[in-house]
């Protein structure tokens, strides 16, 4: 089955300063990559997300990279802020239809951001 | 705008009693994942269900857990004669149908903590 490794695990960054979380991915049917950001007793949000038909995708301060022969995608925060401090998931999914739908995790990377 | 709605928030059982949580999709959604979350870990995938049918079980233990998600009403996941491993945070997301469904939106949890 799909396998999805995160790394790193813990992440320390000076407000200012860019963070890049990495994600690999063993199934190569999986076409879907979404990245959540869960705070302290709540549940995780939807941050971005790309497709395998794309290979950048960008939202003012976060962007997704994806790279689909090496099987990895990558989350890249730039002027991190204090409010960015959370746990970062990567995921990965076959995307819709049947069985293919449901999301296989990365085990979170938490990242702090130092005023 | 309301999104994922989950209940109770806390649930505290006593070993050998049930628990039942709830999920209310987003307006418009008719798909609905089941996850759990052990502490520092990431998200497992447990059933995900559309109206009256369950999709895909694979993630679920095959004892003691059901899961439904009636005609009327929200999707109940059921954990019967619980044991002190099923504490965790169980997460419900949802999904519109159509070219999109593959985009999970979560609910803020249910925190489940066997006494």
């Known amino acids: 089955g799909e396998n999805v490794e995160q790394h790193p695990s813990t992440l320390s960054v000076q407000e200012g300063d860019s963070a890049v979380i990495k994600c690999t991915y063993s199934?190569?049917?999986?076409?879907?990559f979404p990245w959540y950001k869960q705070e302290l007793g709540k549940g995780p949000q939807l941050i971005i997300d790309?497709?395998?038909?794309?290979g950048e995708k960008k939202d003012q301060r976060i962007a997704v990279t994806l790279n689909k022969t090496a099987k990895h995608f990558s989350l890249h925060i730039t002027e991190t802020q204090p409010e960015d401090s959370a746990v970062y998931f990567c995921?990965?999914?076959?995307?819709?239809?049947?069985?293919?739908?449901?999301?296989?995790f990365g085990k979170g990377t938490k990242l702090s951001v130092k005023p | 705008n309301a999104g994922v709605m989950q209940n109770p928030r806390h649930l505290v059982r006593r070993r050998g009693q049930e628990a039942r949580l709830r999920c209310s999709p987003m307006?418009?959604?008719?798909?609905v994942y089941w996850y759990r979350q052990l502490p520092e870990e990431g998200l497992k995938f447990m059933v995900y269900?559309?109206?009256?049918?369950?999709?895909?079980e694979s993630g679920m233990p095959k004892e003691r857990f059901s899961a439904e998600f009636p005609k009327e009403g929200p999707s109940i996941l059921r954990i019967q004669q619980v044991v002190r491993g099923d504490s965790a945070a169980y997460f419900c997301?949802?999904?519109?149908?159509?070219?999109?469904?593959?985009?999970?939106?979560f609910g803020p949890g249910t925190r489940l903590l066997v006494l």
């Open positions: 997301a949802s999904s519109p149908g159509g070219r999109h469904q593959e985009t999970q939106y």
């Open positions: 199934d190569s049917a999986s076409n879907y």
């Open positions: 790309i497709r395998s038909n794309v």
């Open positions: 995921a990965a999914s076959r995307g819709y239809g049947g069985s293919q739908g449901n999301l296989i």
């Open positions: 307006k418009g959604h008719s798909h």
């Open positions: 269900l559309q109206k009256e049918n369950i999709i895909d």
